[in-house]
């Protein structure tokens, strides 16, 4: 029951209670009752009030969503190919929807209430919401994007427009700072407190922001920066509990720095607005960073005019295969040592259906193999979702099996089934080996098949922006094209491991990517790929 309802009925009951008691014995205490009756009556328009307001948020709740569900379900693959959208349906659904609740709640509501109750199971949880927003951040550091190109939606090759508030950029860099992550804290602090200054409305107050900024800066080594922000705090909310506090030590730890180096005079904060290259970013956990993010932006790759030349297309028959006599298969090079084809129409656009339609059921978070134990386990580098396909669950599979034996000459009777993925939001797999190491000799134990000999990738998206596969050894990047396929051997003839080969799925900026992978393994390929006399050959 609403409170001001209750108020009102509680009131009614005392004096109902009280007029039995003899209270219209006495005219003085009953024009007592006349003021109560009034501020009864203003109690129940506030509620009245309370429960227009209430309603004219449920309506312009409704009517946005109408509008945004009208775009979303119309193309919705195509909707959530911009990160955006993607991040906001799941803040949306984890966050938002959860207050709309809350509001209705304050009224029985039981057909809300009971649909709330039945779709809830369905609905993206906190972390669904962190993951969403830590995948707008890789983006950011992979493609070299500001906070500001998120922000407004200035993304390539996207179709429908999507802007993130000064409220969705300050719980993005709010998630940051919880993570201790103050460098992508303070770009989206910054980006919050831009579009605030800029004359947009928010909930979020100002002093939050430039508390949480603040702090930012600091922990990042910007004294001076940090110092003008928690004056400019101090200056709105004198009374804040830590900004005098903060601003005090900030303080002495500068006029502590400039005694150590032997100056007098402080510094004057930088007042240039902070973008992306203003501080560095903490290194991580992966040497090869630098190099992998520059090949997923095109930059960096060694594709130089003598490789190009040694760079050839073909018509590929498989050794007069009887399947591919009438119609061979298009070959063309994409890398010359390590060797990397790409085959052209490998899947037609019927059997691309067809596969998603078989793996859409069965799609879980992808896992990795434990190079220690040969467990499948998720993991943190890898953000996609993947199902397994056999043979046997449509002639489909079947058939791009054998086209799979027919082009590559390799048996697939002991290959891995075929895995398709589906890159999501900031969809990603950092650099990786696809072959078992000598340090994790039972990787592929369980399988009893040996090694990962080859890859055969499917691509079965175009992308509109990202999503790449690089090669950072050897400076490679492959681009999605539809109904392609890429090729390469990870094992040398002799057996031994190609480390070239690592590789690693870039970042999807902008689209969905489906991708098919059938990993192609050592047994059953001793006279179709006989072994080699040299250790690299």
């Given at each position: 029951m609403a409170p001001f309802l209750e108020l009102t009925l509680l009131a009614l009951l005392f004096f109902s209670s009280h007029t039995q008691a003899e209270i219209f014995t006495s005219i003085g205490q009953m024009t007592d009752l006349i003021f109560t009756e009034r501020e009864l009556v203003k109690s129940l328009k506030e509620y009245i009030e309370a429960e227009e307001l209430k309603l004219e948020a449920v309506k312009s709740w409704a009517n946005k969503l109408d509008m945004l569900t009208h775009a979303s379900t119309s193309d919705p693959e195509g909707f959530l190919a911009h990160p955006v959208n993607a991040y906001k349906l799941m803040k949306r659904l984890n966050t938002e929807w959860s207050e709309l609740e809350s509001l209705v709640l304050q009224d029985p509501s039981d057909g809300f209430i009971s649909n709330m109750s039945v779709h809830r199971q369905f609905f993206p949880d906190e972390e669904d919401e962190k993951g969403a927003a830590k995948a707008l951040?890789?983006?950011?550091?992979?493609?070299?994007?500001?906070?500001?190109?998120?922000?407004?939606?200035?993304?390539?090759?996207?179709?429908?427009?999507?802007?993130?508030?000064?409220?969705?950029?300050?719980?993005?860099?709010?998630?940051?700072?919880?993570?201790?992550?103050?460098?992508?804290?303070?770009?989206?602090?910054?980006?919050?407190?831009?579009?605030?200054?800029?004359?947009?409305?928010?909930?979020?107050?100002?002093?939050?922001?430039?508390?949480?900024?603040?702090?930012?800066?600091?922990?990042?080594?910007?004294?001076?920066?940090?110092?003008?922000?928690?004056?400019?705090?101090?200056?709105?909310?004198?009374?804040?509990?830590?900004a005098g506090g903060n601003l005090r030590y900030f303080e002495q730890l500068l006029s502590k720095e400039l005694r150590d180096m032997g100056r007098s005079q402080r510094?004057?904060?930088?007042?240039?607005?902070?973008?992306?290259?203003?501080?560095?970013?903490?290194?991580?956990?992966?040497?090869?960073?630098?190099?992998?993010?520059?090949?997923?932006?095109?930059?960096?790759?060694?594709?130089?005019?003598?490789?190009?030349?040694?760079?050839?297309?073909?018509?590929?028959?498989?050794?007069?295969?009887?399947?591919?006599?009438?119609?061979?298969?298009?070959?063309?090079?994409?890398?010359?040592?390590?060797?990397?084809?790409?085959?052209?129409?490998?899947?037609?656009?019927?059997?691309?259906?067809?596969?998603?339609?078989?793996?859409?059921?069965?799609?879980?978070?992808?896992?990795?193999?434990?190079?220690?134990?040969g467990v499948l386990t998720v993991a943190h580098y890898r953000v996609s979702k993947s199902a397994w396909l056999e043979g046997e669950d449509d002639p489909v599979i079947e058939r791009v099996n054998q086209r799979?034996?027919?082009?590559?000459?390799?048996?697939?009777?002991?290959?891995?089934?075929?895995?398709?993925?589906?890159?999501?939001?900031?969809?990603?797999?950092?650099?990786?080996?696809?072959?078992?190491?000598?340090?994790?000799?039972?990787?592929?134990?369980?399988?009893?098949?040996?090694?990962?000999?080859?890859?055969?990738l499917n691509y079965m998206t175009d992308v509109e922006a990202g999503g790449a596969t690089v090669f950072p050894d050897f400076g490679?990047?492959?681009?999605?094209?539809?109904?392609?396929?890429?090729?390469?051997?990870?094992?040398?003839?002799?057996?031994?491991?190609?480390?070239?080969?690592?590789?690693?799925?870039?970042?999807?900026?902008?689209?969905?990517?489906?991708?098919?992978?059938?990993?192609?393994h050592e047994r059953g390929q001793e006279f179709r790929r006989p072994c080699g006399l040299t250790e690299v050959d």
């Open positions: 951040m890789r983006l950011q550091d992979t493609y070299k994007l500001d906070s500001e190109s998120f922000s407004k939606g200035k993304l390539p090759g996207v179709r429908y427009n999507a802007l993130l508030t000064v409220d969705d950029c300050f719980d993005m860099g709010k998630l940051a700072y919880n993570e201790n992550d103050y460098y992508h804290a303070v770009l989206w602090m910054q980006q919050a407190l831009r579009q605030m200054d800029s004359g947009e409305d928010a909930k979020t107050l100002k002093a939050d922001i430039l508390d949480y900024l603040s702090y930012s800066v600091y922990q990042m080594g910007d004294l001076p920066r940090a110092i003008e922000l928690t004056r400019r705090l101090v200056a709105i909310d004198p009374s804040h509990q830590r510094e004057l904060a930088d007042e240039r607005p902070i973008q992306l290259d203003t501080y560095e970013r903490p290194k991580d956990y992966l040497p090869e960073r630098e190099v992998y993010e520059a090949l997923c932006r095109g930059e960096g790759v060694k594709m130089t005019q003598k490789r190009r030349s040694r760079l050839f297309c073909r018509y590929q028959d498989g050794n007069r295969n009887p399947r591919l006599l009438l119609k061979p298969m298009k070959e063309e090079d994409e890398w010359d040592s390590p060797h990397i084809v790409r085959f052209l129409d490998a899947l037609s656009d019927e059997e691309i259906e067809k596969i998603k339609e078989l793996a859409k059921p069965k799609l879980a978070r992808a896992t990795v193999r434990d190079p220690k134990t799979i034996e027919d082009i590559t000459g390799l048996t697939v009777a002991t290959a891995e089934l075929l895995q398709v993925a589906n890159y999501g939001v900031g969809g990603q797999y950092e650099p990786h080996y696809d072959f078992s190491r000598k340090d994790e000799p039972d990787a592929f134990k369980s399988l009893g098949t040996g090694n990962r000999v080859a890859t055969f490679a990047a492959i681009w999605p094209r539809k109904g392609t396929a890429v090729f390469w051997y990870n094992l040398f003839k002799s057996g031994e491991g190609d480390y070239r080969t690592r590789h690693a799925a870039c970042p999807v900026l902008v689209g969905s990517k489906w991708v098919s992978n059938k990993w192609i």
